[in-house]
């Protein structure tokens, strides 16, 4: 049972577009949320947050909003960059370890 | 500061042999993970350590086990290697207070035949 879903395993969006990678949680009692950034071969680097008391943070060209009544958010990249070309991940602190709860992963093309 | 390293970064192993992933980092943080990450999934914790001596088992720790003897090392063992182990091994640490910004490692490979 997935706590934390991304449905769209790709996106493809041209340079200087804008990428709107989505995220979906079942789990309402969720009160932080993550986007990590994986290149080929790397490990995952934390890219920019949210906390459930607010709706949108933003970071240069990152947003992420969120809607908790949908159970929903999103990461907005503007404008978009082929070197922002990599697999974003969703996550959310839900284990009583501490750990994170990942989604699947939306690997995104940036076209020249 | 290195971060978090991890070695080997690629490894083939036969069904049945052992071997130890190793997992530095140099930031001083107490909590340390090691996740997998199968084609197409997300990362999944295997163990978890909060501290020195204290270990814990993640979601999915069955053929592997850990120690903690220092805050800098966390070495995952894998005993009878078997297929379903084939997979990219990520450790992870973050600082006491949050546990939710981790730092990741490169990661290793592991291929089971």
């Known amino acids: 049972d997935q706590q934390v879903k991304q449905n769209s395993p790709s996106l493809s969006v041209q340079e200087g577009r804008i990428s709107i990678l989505n995220c979906d949680y079942t789990?309402?009692?969720?009160?932080?949320f993550l986007w990590y950034k994986k290149y080929p071969a790397e490990g995952p680097t934390f890219l920019i947050s949210i906390s459930s008391i607010k709706d949108k943070n933003e970071d240069g060209r990152f947003t992420v909003f969120l809607n908790k009544s949908a159970k929903h958010l999103s990461l907005h990249i503007v404008p978009s960059q082929p070197g922002d070309s990599a697999v974003y991940f969703c996550a959310a602190p839900g284990g009583s370890q501490g750990n994170l709860i990942f989604g699947k992963g939306t690997k995104l093309s940036v076209k020249p | 500061n290195a971060g978090v390293t991890q070695t080997p970064k690629f490894r083939i192993l036969k069904i049945g042999q052992s071997m130890t992933l190793q997992c530095t980092q140099d930031m001083n943080h107490n909590y340390m993970y090691w996740y997998r990450q199968d084609p197409g999934m997300g990362l999944k914790l295997i163990y978890y350590?909060?501290?020195?001596?204290?270990?814990d088992k993640g979601e999915v720790p069955n053929g592997y086990n850990v120690s903690r003897s220092t805050t800098e090392d966390f070495p995952l063992r894998l005993e009878l290697a078997a297929p379903s182990q084939t997979s990219v091994y990520f450790c992870?640490?973050?600082?006491?207070?949050?546990?939710?910004?981790?730092?990741f490692g490169p990661g290793t490979r592991l291929t089971v035949t």
């Open positions: 789990n309402s009692m969720f009160d932080y």
């Open positions: 350590s909060v501290g020195a001596g204290i270990t």
């Open positions: 992870a640490s973050s600082p006491p207070g949050t546990g939710y910004e981790q730092y």
